[in-house]
């Protein structure tokens, strides 16, 4: 069983920061991609940023520049730093990795940019 646990959620003002953290465990053996993605009341399901397990980054256009996603192959773990917030990035976010034996979703974290 594949379990992905997101954590560092929470509110914050805006102009300020948080990271988000999701911890992989279970019977994977490779990781490819990993991924956070977000999702509103209404919409669909939207990436943020990924990472492939070569490095390579790749980031939604609103978040560049203000937004970085790394992993530790080690500890099995992506984590999204998240500066300059906005209050329009209020959502849900998600931690997504995908493997040869298919793609595993976390159950998401809150994050809320409000004064």
């Known amino acids: 069983q594949v379990r992905l646990v997101e954590s560092g959620g929470g509110l914050v003002q805006p102009g300020g920061s948080l990271r988000l953290s999701c911890a992989v465990s279970g019977r994977i053996f490779v990781i490819n991609a990993m991924a956070w993605y977000r999702q509103a009341p209404g919409k669909e399901r939207e990436l943020v940023a990924k990472?492939?397990?070569?490095?390579?980054?790749d980031y939604a256009d609103p978040v560049k520049g203000r937004f970085t996603i790394s992993r530790d192959n080690a500890k099995s773990t992506v984590s999204l730093q998240m500066n300059s917030l906005k209050p329009e990035v209020t959502t849900d976010y998600y931690c997504n990795v995908q493997t040869f034996s298919g793609s595993f979703w976390g159950q998401g974290t809150q994050v809320t940019v409000s004064s």
């Open positions: 990472i492939t397990s070569g490095g390579y980054m």
